[in-house]
């Protein structure tokens, strides 16, 4: 077994598509509209969806906003250079919401972006 896809509702799929494919770096995998449903699907991912696990950003026609909720956490992307990282999502438009720095109790090397609707998005500084 594997992690396929994380879904993530957005209210905004042009705004979240160019937020994870400009500014994060990913790459738009499909997309496919459902006329019936009235929603589109959206799946974007750092590589092939047979190898690499993909985020599905589903829009529901006509929805703006959703509420987040207190269970949800977060998406976490392993980086080589979190400060790099950190400067080239704020230049292009992004938000740092935690600049780079230890975790709580640890070590590690984190920092959290978030996405238009207010997802948090970990950056975990990993090894060269």
């Known amino acids: 077994m594997r992690i396929l896809h994380t879904m993530l509702r957005v209210g905004d799929l042009e705004r ?13 995998l499909r997309r ?5 449903g009235k929603f589109t699907l959206a799946f974007v991912g ?19 906003k959703y509420e987040l909720g207190t269970a949800y956490g977060h998406v976490a992307l ?9 400067e080239a999502i704020r230049k292009a438009g992004g938000k740092v919401v935690r600049e780079p720095g230890p975790m709580k109790h640890g ?16 950056l975990i500084q990993k090894d060269r």
């Open 16 to 28: 979240s598509l160019d937020f994870y494919t400009r500014v994060i770096g990913m790459k738009l």
């Open 32 to 36: 496919h509209d459902y006329p019936d």
């Open 46 to 64: 750092f590589g092939p969806e047979d190898t690499h696990p993909a985020l599905e950003l589903t829009y529901n026609w006509g929805v703006e």
């Open 78 to 86: 392993g980086v080589s250079d979190i400060h790099g990282t950190c």
């Open 107 to 122: 070590t590690t090397v984190i920092a959290f972006v978030e996405d238009p609707d207010g997802y948090k998005v970990e």
